[in-house]
C-alpha cells in the first residue's frame, strides 16, 4: 500500500487529460444562434483558413470526429484500387485501430518490422519487388507516424528521404499525425518547424490530431496537395466521419491554432515528461533505454513492482517481456503531479529492490 497520495491527475495517457478552458470557451461561444450543417458555417470556414496559414500554403482541410476516421478517410483517399499501406509493425493503424483500416478500405497493410517504430528508406525500396507483377498487391501508400509510438520522432532529413523514395515508387505519402505537435515542439517549436516537416519534405496528407493537444474531441485531415482531395467529401461521409454540426469541432481547432496554443500545450506536456524522467532515472530499479523526445517515457521496472504501483496512479503496459511500461503527460500536467507520482514510484520501488 502506497502512503503518499496519488497524483491529481494520471500518466496513462494524453488521452486521459481534459479539454483546455480556451477550447470549451470556443465551444461555448459557438453554441449561440443556429448555423447550417455540415461544415457550411462561419466556424470551419475561418478554421480552414487557420490550416492555410499553418502550412502556408492552399491546403484542403476536413474535419473528423476521431483518429482512426482521420486515418482511414486519408488512406481511403490516396488508394487506389489492389493497392496497399506500408507502415510499421508498432503502427497505430496495424496494432491499435481493431483493424479498421482493413476492414473498412478493404486494403492490405505491410507492416515492415521496426525496433524504435521508425522505418528506413532501403525497408520501402525492397518492396520494388511486388511493382508491377499482377499476382502482387502494389505498395501504394507510406504512412508514418509522427511522433512515433515508441516516443521517437522522425527527423527533417529522415522525412525528406522516405518522401523522396516513396514518391520515386509512385506511392503517396501519409503522416499519422496524432501527435504532430509534441513533434513538432521537438523538432525545433515552431510553425516553420512543421513546415519544414511536411510541406516541405513532399508528404502528402496529414491526420493532424487535436484530442491529445487539449480538444475536447476532433481531428483534421489535411490534404497537402489538394489535387488529392478531390474524393474526400465523398469518402469522409461514407466512412461515417462527416459531423453534422461541424462548427463545434472546427471551433475547438480555430482556438487551438490561434496565438500558438497548440505548441504551447505540447511544449508543456514534452517537459513534464522530460521532469519525470530525469526525476526518476536516477531511482534503484528504475531503467530507461533512451531519455524521452516528447511527452511519454519508456520505463522497464521490477515485474512485482508494476500491478502495486499501478493500483495507486494507473498506467499502460508497453512490453510485458521487458517489463515495460509507458508513463505519458499531458498538457495539463503539473510539476505537483509529477512530484507526486515520483514520490509514489521511490515508495514502491524501495519495497522491491
Not at 505519402?173 to 516553420?192: F, K, M, P, Q, Y
Not at 471551433?251 to 505548441?263: K, N, P, V, Y
Not at 526518476?280 to 513492482?305: E, K
Not at 515520483?342 to 520501488?349: D, S
Request: net charge negative; charged share 20%.
Amino acid at each position: 500500500m502506497i502512503s503518499t497520495p496519488a497524483p491529481a491527475r494520471s500518466f496513462a495517457s494524453d488521452n486521459a487529460a481534459g479539454a483546455h478552458p480556451v477550447v470549451l470557451d470556443a465551444i461555448a461561444r459557438a453554441n449561440d444562434g443556429h448555423a447550417l450543417a455540415y461544415g457550411d458555417d462561419p466556424w470551419t470556414r475561418r478554421c480552414e483558413d487557420r490550416f492555410r496559414e499553418l502550412f502556408g500554403r492552399p491546403v484542403e482541410t476536413f474535419l473528423t470526429f476521431n483518429g482512426t476516421g482521420a486515418n482511414v478517410l486519408a488512406l481511403a483517399a490516396l488508394l487506389q484500387p489492389a493497392e496497399a499501406v506500408v507502415c510499421s509493425d508498432w503502427a497505430h493503424i496495424a496494432v491499435d485501430e481493431t483493424g479498421a483500416p482493413e476492414r473498412v478500405l478493404g486494403a492490405k497493410l505491410i507492416d515492415l518490422p521496426t525496433s524504435d517504430g521508425k522505418l528506413r528508406p532501403e525497408q520501402v525500396l525492397e518492396l520494388t519487388h511486388l511493382q508491377g507483377v499482377q499476382h502482387h498487391v502494389q505498395p501504394g501508400v507510406l504512412s508514418l507516424t509522427q511522433s512515433t509510438e515508441l516516443g521517437g520522432v522522425y527527423a527533417i532529413d529522415e522525412l525528406a528521404a522516405l518522401c523522396e523514395v516513396a514518391h520515386s515508387m509512385g506511392m503517396r505519402v501519409h503522416v499519422d499525425g496524432a501527435r504532430i505537435a509534441n513533434a513538432t515542439v521537438a523538432l525545433g517549436d515552431s510553425v516553420e518547424t512543421l513546415r519544414a516537416a511536411t510541406v516541405d519534405v513532399g508528404v502528402d496528407v496529414v491526420s493532424f490530431g487535436g484530442t491529445k493537444n487539449g480538444l475536447l474531441g476532433g481531428e483534421a485531415v489535411v490534404f497537402l496537395d489538394p489535387e488529392l482531395a478531390r474524393r474526400a467529401p465523398y469518402i469522409r461521409k461514407q466512412v461515417t466521419q462527416l459531423p453534422s454540426k461541424m462548427r463545434f469541432v472546427a471551433a475547438q481547432f480555430e482556438a487551438l491554432l490561434t496565438d500558438g496554443l497548440w505548441l504551447d500545450l505540447a511544449r508543456a506536456a514534452n517537459r513534464t515528461a522530460r521532469e519525470l524522467y530525469l526525476a526518476t532515472r536516477a531511482i534503484d530499479g528504475v531503467t530507461y533505454d533512451a531519455p524521452p523526445v516528447v511527452n511519454s517515457v519508456f520505463p522497464r521496472l521490477p515485474p512485482a513492482a508494476i500491478a502495486p504501483l499501478r493500483d495507486w496512479c494507473f498506467f499502460w503496459d508497453w512490453d510485458p517481456t521487458r517489463h515495460q511500461v509507458r508513463w505519458m503527460t499531458a498538457w495539463d500536467t503539473t510539476d505537483a503531479d509529477v512530484a507526486a507520482f515520483v514520490a509514489g514510484v521511490r515508495q514502491v520501488l524501495a519495497d522491491y529492490n
